[in-house]
């Protein structure tokens, strides 16, 4: 039976062909991506950012990326951006740490995809709890959202991506 989140409801009612995939809760981006049988690019973290005074946004980062904040300032012509908290990523989206995604938040907050999904055949994404995991093409992915896809990213030497 299909885990029931609010992402897994949301998708759903979307009308886009997804699969649930459902795994052990991972320790890191590329033992996720293992675990689903993805290459490590097609992982999506979603990163919530603060705009302003409840303002926010979600950033859909790929794996061996990370966000580059010139690039995702330019993009949402603001000077300042901020990263909550985890007490207020989870106000906010309905969601804790590790399980946030666009899917089923709280509220719908917009969405920026990096451009480097568009490449891809399928992504994954969080599906609201961990170890549950929504996988649909990138097209789907960005009109169910409204998602703007930009060159917010850069390679994340750290993770060995690039």
């Known amino acids: ?9 949301a998708i759903a009612a979307a009308g886009v062909p997804y699969r649930v995939v459902v795994t052990e809760p991972a320790r890191s981006a590329e033992e996720s991506a293992e675990l689903q049988a993805i290459e490590l690019a097609a992982l999506l973290r979603t990163i919530v ?18 966000f580059d904040w010139p690039k995702l300032r330019a993009i949402l012509g603001v000077s300042r951006l901020s990263l909550p908290d985890a007490e207020e990523a989870r106000s906010v989206t309905g969601y804790e740490r590790g ?4 899917f089923g ?3 719908a907050w917009p969405v920026v995809a990096d451009a480097s999904v568009e490449s891809l055949e399928r992504v994954a994404i969080g599906g609201g709890a961990r170890g549950v995991n929504l996988h649909l093409a990138p097209s789907d992915l960005v009109a169910v959202l409204g998602a703007t896809v ?5 390679p994340d030497e750290k993770a060995g991506g690039g």
């Open 150 to 154: 930009a060159d917010v990213t850069q």
């Open 49 to 66: 950012v603060r705009r302003g005074e409840g303002d926010y946004v979600f950033v859909l980062v790929p794996g061996g990326r990370r």
């Open 105 to 107: 938040s709280e509220r």
């Open 99 to 102: 399980t946030i995604t666009p």
């Open 1 to 9: 039976m299909e885990p029931d989140t609010p992402a897994t409801r």
